[in-house]
T-cell receptor
Framework: DTAVSQTPKYLVTQMGNDKSIKCEQN?????MYWYKQDSKKFLKIMFS???????INETVPNRFSPKSPDKAHLNLHINSLELGDSAVYFC????????????FGPGTRLTVL | SQQGEEDPQALSIQEGENATMNCSYK?????LQWYRQNSGRGLVHLIL?????REKHSGRLRVTLDTSKKSSSLLITASRAADTASYFC??????????????FGGGTRVLVKP
């Protein structure tokens, strides 16, 4: 009964390819997030959606495009992958966009060759 | 720059000892949270302390917050091998008009030796 799940867990791809990471939460939360964790373990927020509406959009290259088909899903599509995109990407959710506690998925380790 | 910065970056202790780590932040907050990350896993929420609280306990965890110094500490008492993980502090923004944006520090890697 995983609360926040992500697929795939590992993703290895060539530079220039387009890839997607999927996230689903079964907690009934309204708000979902995407974070990037670099090799030094720094975790930075990328996007946040509340009830399918984009509410946080940090300084992220427009090659990254989130899509929320419904409030239980938040997918991340990345175009023209670059070496610097290699990182672990975490999806998270919270009850709403005022609630502070966030629940994280297991992460997707993206390696761009 | 990181809003939250943990100190030390790494900590190695024997099982049964206490582990203390600190977090400093730059701007005013509503609350501060601590999360744990086991190797290869996502972050797990441990405890939240509000800006009007000075100390909070949860099981073997004790968190303090000093808003005048913009710092927090996490103490794990009677550590166990299972406490081996990275610990992150996270701060929110004082104004939440832009949503619940948490800013994480770089984490403290704790190794508890059996």
């Amino acid at each position: 009964d995983t609360a926040v799940s992500q697929t795939p867990k590992y993703l290895v791809t060539q530079m220039g390819n387009d890839k997607s990471i999927k996230c689903e939460q079964n907690l009934g939360h309204d708000t979902m997030y995407w974070y990037k964790q670099d090799s030094k373990k720094f975790l930075k927020i990328m996007f946040s959606y509340n009830n399918k509406e984009l509410i946080i959009n940090e300084t992220v290259p427009n090659r990254f495009s989130p899509k929320s088909p419904d409030k239980a899903h938040l997918n991340l599509h990345i175009n023209s992958l670059e070496l610097g995109d290699s990182a672990v990407y975490f999806c998270a959710s919270s009850r709403d966009h005022y609630t502070d506690t966030q629940y994280f998925g297991p992460g997707t380790r993206l390696t761009v060759l | 720059s990181q809003q939250g910065e943990e100190d030390p970056q790494a900590l190695s202790i024997q099982e049964g000892e206490n582990a203390t780590m600190n977090c400093s932040y730059k701007t005013s907050i509503n609350n501060l949270q601590w999360y744990r990350q086991n190797s290869g896993r996502g972050l797990v929420h441990l405890i939240l302390i509000r800006s009007n609280e000075r100390e909070k306990h949860s099981g073997r965890l004790r968190v303090t917050l000093d808003t005048s110094k913009k710092s927090s500490s996490l103490l794990i008492t009677a550590s166990r091998a299972a406490d081996t993980a990275s610990y992150f502090c996270a701060t929110d923004g004082l104004i939440k008009a832009a949503g619940n944006k948490l800013t994480f520090g770089g984490g403290t890697r704790v190794l508890v030796k059996p």
